[in-house]
């Protein structure tokens, strides 16, 4: 496992609070140059969202706005990285009523949040709402008759991964895009042929204290726990999601939204292009 160079936000300064009450977002904007990536996936641009946690701090009218601001960037694909809500069944249907005004096509995989809620709640609400749910299996998705495929893995905290059955179907010469909440399992889905794989589900830890931060990593046993990461010819990236499941803040490690632009390219090189702040709330 190698540590990319393209470290997130850091690369191009602050721009939000030190200590964040959760409102204030980072929007991290990369290129990922890759020999997969076909002529006619060139510019394709995937937002990410995950960790919404919609409950006690983020609510529906925050999630409205983020829907808003990614509409509004022109995201040709939408990947929704599980852990919609907190810890209450109540919240899983107005957070994806909500992701369901998302105008670009959008596909999502469940976190260990949304199986500890209601797992068939949760299942319903994604059908009612026509986002597909991709539990342990993939998709070919044509983008202006240029096909990918997108490959999703179920929760892996709450045994629900299945990494070979969601790769079952998946034809390598195409470029894969790889939907995980939980990066521990991101090695065995870049062996099995994920380019570029998003996942969520660390928040960061919340905090990131330069010499701690990574230390405490270290000794939890955790590899992946925020940002890019080199694994082989694949791409993993955490994002540090949206909301929070335990406290109401975050110290430099701020709520995040990620856009990802597709290049071709002879080499495999993820670059941070731009990072800007936006308001959930007014």
Known sequence: MARSSSSGPHKLGRSVPMINPLKEVEV??????????????????????TDVHLGRWVKARHMARVVDYV??????????????????????????????QLSAPTYAVLGNHDHWADTERCLNAFERYKIPLLNNR????????TPMTIVGVDDHVTRHSDVDAAFEDYEDDKF????????????PCAEM?????????THGFQFNIVGVTHRIA?????????GPYRLGDSYLYISRGLGSASWP??????????????M????????????EPFRMEL
Request: aromatic share 8%; with cysteine.
């Open 28 to 49: 991290n904007r990369f290129v990922l140059r890759h020999p997969k990536v076909p002529e006619g996936l060139r510019g394709l641009t995937i937002a990410q969202i």
């Open 71 to 100: 509409n509004a960037s022109g995201a040709d694909l939408v990947a929704l990285t599980g852990d919609y809500i907190g810890y209450r069944a109540a919240d899983i249907d107005p957070c994806i009523e909500t992701l369901s």
């Open 138 to 145: 993939s998709v070919v998705f044509d983008w202006k008759g």
């Open 176 to 187: 894969c895009l790889t939907l995980n909440h939980v990066p521990a399992i991101a090695a």
């Open 193 to 201: 042929g994920g380019d570029l794989i998003l996942s969520g589900h």
């Open 218 to 226: 270290e000794r939890m046993g955790t590899k992946y726990y925020a």
């Open 249 to 262: 803040w975050r110290v430099r490690a701020e709520p995040e939204l990620t856009f990802f632009e597709l």
């Open 264 to 275: 071709p390219s002879p080499k495999v090189h993820l670059e941070l292009v731009s990072s």
